[in-house]
């Protein structure tokens, strides 16, 4: 176990529905992260929160809406999505110091299909 | 801009060999770098990291080499076990240094 717990592990969604993503984090960390991960394509970073403050936002469609209420948990709520949206969505979380945002712990993933 | 990318896709290699992965970085700057192992069905796990101020840090049976004139990394694991299968990743702080930039992963088989 990593420390970071994501639900469900599995989803299977139309284009005209309403899901959410849910992340926690065990470690006492102040920073949270999701990636998108899809076949034959690296870790594609779509939000970066610090301290709750979302500090990071890598031009991801509004159809993908993040949601950190407090420094151990993070949610990716989804609506009107597409096939191409299909992928394994990562949450992770890390000690954010004057150094950076270092060591990233990885939670295992929603595998996400979009029919 | 940065660009962090890996030689190969796919490396096959016998039980107890060692085995060479290999990555390349475009950024520098960068002062960091991590390897993570992904195994199926599992999110990325932490293996190890070097500083840029290191050539080579060890860690139980893998060893991270930095050669910063051709701004290349490798990871070397040693006697390879059917459990080193999967896929491996190497990473760099991106731009505003709040997250980590990925490469595009290198799968490792191991034939018994």
């Known amino acids: 176990e990593t420390g970071v717990t994501q639900t469900p592990r599995h989803l299977v969604m139309g284009m005209t529905n309403k899901k959410s993503l849910k992340c926690e984090q065990h470690?006492?960390?102040?920073?949270m992260y999701w990636y998108k991960q899809s076949a034959k394509k690296p870790l594609e970073l779509m939000f970066v929160?610090?301290?709750?403050?979302?500090?990071e936002n890598n031009s991801v469609p509004s159809r993908f809406s993040p949601e950190c209420p407090n420094s151990s948990h993070l949610f990716l709520h989804l609506h009107t999505l597409q096939p191409e949206d299909s992928a394994l969505y990562l949450c992770?979380?890390?000690?954010?110091?004057?150094?950076?945002?270092?060591?990233?712990?990885f939670g295992s993933g929603t595998q996400l299909s979009v029919l | 801009g940065e660009s962090v990318g890996l030689h190969l896709p796919t490396l096959s290699v016998q039980e107890g060999d060692n085995s060479i992965i290999n990555c390349a970085y475009s950024?520098?700057?960068?002062?960091?770098f991590i390897w993570y192992k992904q195994e199926s069905g599992k999110g990325p796990q932490f293996i190890i990291d070097?500083?840029?101020?290191?050539d080579k840090r060890q860690g139980q049976r893998v060893t991270v080499l930095l050669n910063k004139t051709v701004k290349h990394l490798s990871l070397q694991i040693a006697a390879t076990q059917p459990g080193d299968s999967a896929v491996y990743f190497c990473?760099?702080?991106?731009?505003?240094?709040?997250?980590?930039?990925f490469g595009s992963g290198t799968r490792l088989q191991v034939q018994p």
């Open positions: 992770a979380s890390s000690q954010a110091g004057t150094g950076g945002h270092e060591k990233l712990f």
């Open positions: 070097i500083r840029s101020n290191m």
């Open positions: 990473a760099e702080p991106n731009t505003g240094r709040r997250a980590l930039t």
């Open positions: 950024n520098s700057a960068s002062d960091y």
């Open positions: 929160y610090s301290l709750e403050e979302r500090v």
């Open positions: 470690l006492g960390h102040n920073a």
